[in-house]
């Protein structure tokens, strides 16, 4: 963890669905350098508390903390000047442009007033991508033409670009192949290292213990312990996860070893 004081924190926020308690008053906290994993069984909380950070949903009740700011909810935009990105798969990017077109989208360079200025932008979107270690075959094939995973690149170069510091995956690699898998999770991996702030939603344990620093454990609502993912092992947190352990257990047992 590169920083001492979190570069988000969570405190208190709380949602509900008429009888459905989503979240029940959870505490996060999120460190700059670090992959944080959240993991817990379906319907657990997380999508809601990741909607939360980015801004598609308002809370009733408690703060979340960016960068010592508080907010009581977050407007999608709100979210992104704060620098929280959520970065999707496939919905954020436009099929038809290129990928230096898709990193620039709404924050084009332009020559003379109004003309875009196409070279400068790919020189800047071919050091981005190399900074993050993006391998794309080609910047001037539309993004229809990527795979999953590059697709993905392209998406982390784009919110990167427009200022992101924590970048936010719900099951990044869901529905991918083996070797894209193993690209965005290097991808991932190589965020943290360069200073920024991952939270990473994954339902696969090999994964999570493979790229993640701490790992939060949500079950119905609740977080149910933030652990240093070298203190434990997959089995505890599955038994975590389903409640097979609870806290006080889980804290004896951690003493112990
Ligand atoms: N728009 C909604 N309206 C009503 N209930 C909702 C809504 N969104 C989520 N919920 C409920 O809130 C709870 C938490 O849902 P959430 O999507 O956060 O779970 P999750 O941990 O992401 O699960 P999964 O692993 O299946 O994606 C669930 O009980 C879900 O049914
Ligand atoms: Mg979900």
């Known amino acids: 963890?590169?920083?001492?004081?979190?570069?988000?924190?969570?405190?208190?926020?709380?949602?509900?669905?008429?009888?459905?308690?989503?979240?029940?008053?959870?505490?996060?906290?999120?460190?700059?350098?670090?992959?944080?994993?959240?993991?817990?069984?379906?319907?657990?909380?997380?999508?809601?508390?990741?909607?939360?950070?980015?801004?598609?949903?308002?809370?009733?009740?408690?703060?979340?903390?960016?960068?010592?700011?508080?907010?009581?909810?977050?407007?999608?935009?709100?979210?992104?000047?704060?620098?929280?990105?959520?970065?999707?798969?496939?919905?954020?990017?436009?099929?038809?442009?290129?990928?230096?077109?898709?990193?620039?989208?709404?924050?084009?360079?332009?020559?003379?007033?109004?003309?875009?200025?196409?070279?400068?932008?790919?020189?800047?979107?071919?050091?981005?991508l190399q900074q993050l270690g993006i391998y794309i075959p080609s910047l001037y094939s539309t993004v229809a033409c990527l795979s999953g995973g590059q697709r993905q690149g392209v998406a982390v170069a784009r919110a990167i670009h427009q200022g992101g510091r924590l970048l936010i995956f719900d099951e990044p690699t869901a529905a991918m192949g083996l070797k894209e898998t193993a690209t965005v999770l290097r991808l991932i991996r190589g965020l943290a290292e360069e200073g920024f702030g991952v939270i990473v939603v994954s339902h696969n344990m090999e994964q999570v213990f493979k790229i993640s620093d701490r790992i939060c454990i949500m079950r119905q609502g609740e977080v149910v312990d933030c652990v240093k993912t070298s203190e434990v092992n997959p089995q505890d947190v599955v038994a975590m996860i389903t409640g097979a352990i609870d806290l006080e257990d889980f804290s004896i047992y951690r003493s112990k070893n």
């Open 1 to 128: 963890m590169s920083s001492v004081q979190p570069f988000l924190q969570v405190r208190g926020i709380a949602k509900r669905y008429s009888n459905i308690e989503a979240l029940k008053a959870i505490d996060l906290d999120l460190y700059t350098g670090e992959v944080l994993a959240i993991v817990g069984d379906n319907g657990a909380g997380k999508s809601t508390i990741i909607k939360i950070l980015s801004g598609a949903i308002t809370p009733d009740s408690g703060e979340i903390i960016i960068a010592g700011r508080k907010y009581s909810k977050l407007k999608p935009k709100t979210a992104l000047d704060a620098g929280i990105s959520t970065v999707y798969q496939d919905l954020a990017l436009i099929d038809t442009m290129d990928s230096a077109s898709n990193i620039f989208l709404g924050r084009e360079h332009r020559k003379h007033f109004f003309c875009l200025d196409d070279k400068r932008m790919q020189q800047e979107a071919l050091d981005l």
